[in-house]
C-alpha cells in the first residue's frame, strides 16, 4: 500500500532557527512529490519535485528530493513567527490522480 | 482571479442526516477533487471529477457521492452520516491538459460536525 511518512510530528523552534522537515515514501510508479503549507484551512503550494537532486528553493524556504532513498527534506532558515503552520508532503502515482498525504509536521516558531 | 471557493464554511449535522457540499473551481480550472482531512491527519482522497464523471475514487464508501456540473462546479454528498464523518472537507481544482505539473489548488474547505 502506498503511503507517505513524515516526521517529526511537531517541531518547536525560536525565530531564527533553521528547521528541516523530512517526508519519505513508499509509492509504486512515482510520478512527483509535493510540499504544502497549511495555516488554518486551506493547503497553499510550496514546491512540485519530479527530479532526483534538483534543490527547488523560493525565497528562505527550500527542498530536495532523493528518488534512489525515497525521501524529501523541506528546509526553512531563518524562521518567522509566519511559518508556523502544518506543513505537509504528498506523493503522486503515475496513471492516478490521488495524492497521498502524510499526517503532516506542526511547526511552531515563537518570537 | 478566484481561487476555489467552497460552501458553506462550517456544518452541523446529525447522525443518520444527510449533507451536500458545494465547490468551484479555480478560474480556468476543469478538474476538482475532494479530500477528507480529519483531526491531526492528512487529507484523504475521496474521489476526483472531470468532464462530468467521476475518474478515480479512494477507499470510502458508497455513502459518499458527487458530481460535477457543466460549468466545472461540484458537490459532494454523504448519506448516512455517523460521527466518524465529521472532518475538514477539502476541494481541489487542477487542469487536466497540465496536470502532469499542474499542482491541485485548495479551498478553505468545509468543517463537518456530526453529533
Known amino acids: 500500500e502506498d503511503k507517505v511518512v513524515q516526521s517529526p510530528l511537531s517541531l518547536v523552534v525560536h525565530e531564527g532557527d533553521t528547521v528541516t522537515l523530512n517526508c519519505s515514501y513508499e509509492v509504486t510508479n512515482f510520478r512527483s512529490l509535493l510540499w504544502y503549507k497549511q495555516e488554518k484551512k486551506a493547503p497553499t503550494f510550496l514546491f512540485m519535485l519530479?527530479?532526483?537532486?534538483i534543490e527547488k528553493k523560493s525565497g528562505r524556504l527550500s527542498s530536495i528530493l532523493d528518488k534512489k532513498e525515497l525521501f524529501s527534506i523541506l528546509n526553512i532558515t531563518a524562521t518567522q513567527t509566519g511559518d508556523s503552520a502544518v506543513y505537509l508532503c504528498?506523493?503522486?502515482?503515475?496513471?492516478?490522480?490521488?495524492?497521498?498525504f502524510g499526517t503532516g509536521t506542526r511547526l511552531k516558531v515563537l518570537a | 482571479d478566484a481561487g476555489v471557493t467552497q460552501s458553506p464554511t462550517h456544518l452541523i449535522k446529525t447522525r443518520g442526516q444527510q449533507v451536500t457540499l458545494r465547490c468551484s473551481p479555480k478560474?480556468?480550472?476543469?478538474?476538482v477533487s475532494w479530500y477528507q482531512q480529519a483531526l491531526g491527519q492528512g487529507p484523504q482522497f475521496i474521489f476526483q471529477y472531470y468532464e462530468e464523471e467521476e475518474r478515480q475514487r479512494g477507499n470510502f464508501p458508497d455513502r459518499f457521492s458527487g458530481h460535477q456540473f457543466p460549468n466545472y462546479s461540484s458537490e459532494l454528498n454523504v448519506n448516512a452520516l455517523l460521527l466518524g464523518d465529521s472532518a475538514l472537507y477539502l476541494c481541489?481544482?487542477?487542469?487536466?491538459?497540465?496536470?502532469?505539473?499542474?499542482?491541485?489548488?485548495f479551498g478553505n474547505g468545509t468543517r463537518l460536525t456530526v453529533t
Open positions: 519530479t527530479s532526483s537532486g
Open positions: 478560474s480556468g480550472h476543469d478538474t
Open positions: 504528498a506523493g503522486t502515482t503515475s496513471g492516478t490522480y490521488k495524492y497521498i
Open positions: 481541489a481544482s487542477s487542469l487536466r491538459v497540465a496536470r502532469e505539473n499542474s499542482p491541485l489548488h
